[in-house]
């Protein structure tokens, strides 16, 4: 890595490649595995990075993002944001946001369909929203809003739940269709968070796949969860991101991509973090699936067209 | 995915949980389940409220590990987590910018009784703090020492300076560098007299955090010039606190650090 003048509101950066993300396998990048990533003979299809990690004003974290933008196209994922606050968005947070997309200029930019900040606390974790009009309304207001401030899409993610709230009305397929449609986002599918919060809510994954609107999807999520019980010895999934995504996820992502067609696909691994290689290989399983597909796919809609 | 409470909407009250309610009782363990968060089919959720509750002590003290890494070293892995559970408990970040969190975690260390045998471990954690500030500052290159050559010597005391966006200056009563240092370059701390007091430095030439030990004297002279005080009037402030300081000494190691990044333009 070569040294990096210090970037400015409004420069833009010759050396970056196209930002536009393949179809292909991606992985949430982490600073132990920035070396690794550029030395390897395989090209990982796009890195996504906590948009948080990249609000500093200067030092290594920019030089590694910046090696890595001018070799791979690079997905900004928020998770700061509380898009479902019930004190509303932090102006100062936006701005920061726009500041890093417009400095690194990623292919995709999504946030989630959570909050983690309430008064002045931020919390550090994706907390559930009430599926009711009310926060229906606030949620569409802030994505909205942020849309505007970065000028772009925002892609909202579906969070994993461990409880609901008594005063829901409306199903998360219903809430999150309804989201899409309104305020013109796209989605990013966590098929993991599915899988998670259909065994803990107890509903069938492949149900809440068919009520979600698929075409709308432009990225998917790949993690792995942790196994535990509630209070009355129900299995309890958590969603950990510590470990391989569990082959009943891979099945669900299987189907999906059958379905829909090949999506950049990333595989998150934030807690106990391993070497590359093993971050590698899930990537690459996920890359195999993708192929395998296409082809699929590509058939399937020329039968399609045919017929 | 079935709608929720489709069926028993009409017959009972809805109890309404709103965020501000959610988020008291996450850091309270002493505060029930909101009434009206509930598991499927209506049930009790107590366990699965409390993946919540433990997700954030969990994530919390997990990045408070991750800027005092040496504090979490000196004081143990169990004493560490069971010490920022209280923290975390009365003090939460204030951004999501979780790489600034914990600024006042060294004034909490003074007061949290059962550490105080420690008597060295706030400044560590100022040490950390300041390491941690210093890696994430701007970027700037450093004063070029021929700019400060240039200066006719008759004039040298009147000089004030930039100073570059990582410097700090962290002084102890104890000593908080050697400590710092020996914990972070894992090696162990015998030798290290924790009584003498120690000033240190904290700078980032390029993108490397770089700590030393100041000579006597050196923490009040560069924090007088931080502080955009004359070359003279911060030589005045090193002399009444040191009156053995050397002059040159600090300047050359002040140049070699990179604590500044340019004479500031009369005005
Ligand atoms: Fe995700």
Redesign the pocket.
């Known amino acids: 890595m070569t040294d990096i003048p210090a970037w400015k509101d409004g420069d833009t950066d010759a050396s970056f490649t196209d930002r536009t993300i393949p179809a292909r396998a991606g992985a949430g990048l982490k600073p132990s595995h920035v070396d690794r990533i550029l030395q390897d003979d395989y090209r990982i299809g796009f890195l996504e990075v906590h948009a948080e990690n990249y609000m500093g004003d200067g030092g290594a974290p920019h030089r590694a993002l910046t090696a890595i933008r001018q070799n791979f196209p690079l997905s900004v994922h928020g998770v700061g944001l509380s898009i479902g606050s019930e004190k509303g968005l932090d102006d100062e947070h936006i701005t920061r946001l726009k500041r890093v997309v417009d400095r690194y200029e990623p292919g995709l930019v999504s946030e989630h369909l959570a909050w983690s900040t309430h008064d002045l606390s931020y919390y550090n974790d994706l907390l559930p929203v009430p599926y009711d009009r009310k926060t229906l309304d606030r949620v569409c207001s802030h994505i909205d809003r942020v849309q505007e401030a970065l000028g772009r899409k925002i892609l909202l ?1 579906n969070p994993s739940t461990y409880v609901q709230f008594e005063q829901s009305s409306m199903s998360e397929t219903e809430f999150i269709s309804e989201i899409a449609r309104r305020t013109g986002c796209g989605l ?1 599918l ?1 098929i ?2 599915v899988f998670v919060s259909a065994t803990n809510q107890k509903y069938r994954p492949l149900t809440y796949l068919s009520e979600f609107p698929l075409e709308k999807v432009e990225e998917i ?1 790949l ?1 792995g969860h942790a196994t535990d019980i509630d209070d009355e010895g129900d299995a309890l999934l958590i969603d950990a991101h510590d470990r391989p995504v569990d082959d009943e996820v891979w099945k669900l992502y299987d189907i999906v991509i059958g379905q829909m067609g090949p999506v950049p696909t990333l595989v ?1 691994w934030d807690n106990d973090v391993p070497e590359w290689p093993i971050l590698r290989r899930e990537a690459m399983r996920a890359d195999e699936i993708l192929e395998r597909r296409a082809a699929n796919y590509l058939l399937g809609s020329r039968h399609a067209a045919a017929g | 995915m079935p709608r929720p409470d489709s069926n028993s909407e009409a017959a009972k009250t809805v109890r309404t949980v709103t965020l501000g309610r959610f988020s008291d009782a996450l850091l309270d363990p002493e505060q029930p389940t909101p009434a009206g968060i509930v598991g499927p089919d209506g049930k009790k959720a107590d366990k699965r409220f409390d993946v919540y509750r433990n997700n954030v002590t969990v994530s919390l003290v997990g990045a408070l590990a991750e800027i005092y890494p040496a504090v979490h070293r000196l004081v143990g892995d169990d004493f560490f987590r069971a010490m920022a559970r209280t923290y975390v408990r009365s003090e939460q970040p204030k951004s999501p910018l979780l790489f600034r969190y914990g600024d006042d975690f060294a004034d909490f260390l003074e007061g949290f009784e059962p550490a105080k045998k420690l008597v060295y471990l706030p400044d560590v954690a100022r040490l950390e703090r300041a390491w941690l500030d210093a890696f994430h500052a701007a970027d700037a290159p450093p004063l070029d020492p021929a700019a400060l050559a240039a200066i006719a010597p008759d004039e040298l005391a009147e000089q004030r300076f930039k100073a570059h966006p990582a410097t700090r200056v962290v002084c102890s009563r104890f000593a908080a560098v050697s400590i710092f240092s020996a914990n972070r370059s894992g090696a162990d701390l015998s030798g290290i007299d924790p009584a003498i007091a120690e000033d240190g430095l904290v700078t980032r030439r390029d993108f490397d955090v770089e700590v030393r030990t100041l000579p006597e004297g050196a923490a009040a002279f560069l924090q007088a010039l931080v502080d955009g005080n004359t070359l003279g009037e911060a030589a005045e402030a090193a002399v009444a606190v040191a009156q053995k300081f050397d002059l040159a000494a600090a300047i050359g190691a002040m140049l070699e650090a990179g604590a500044f990044t340019a004479i500031a333009t009369k005005d």
């Open positions: 993610e990013l966590d993991n968070n999520h993690a998150e």
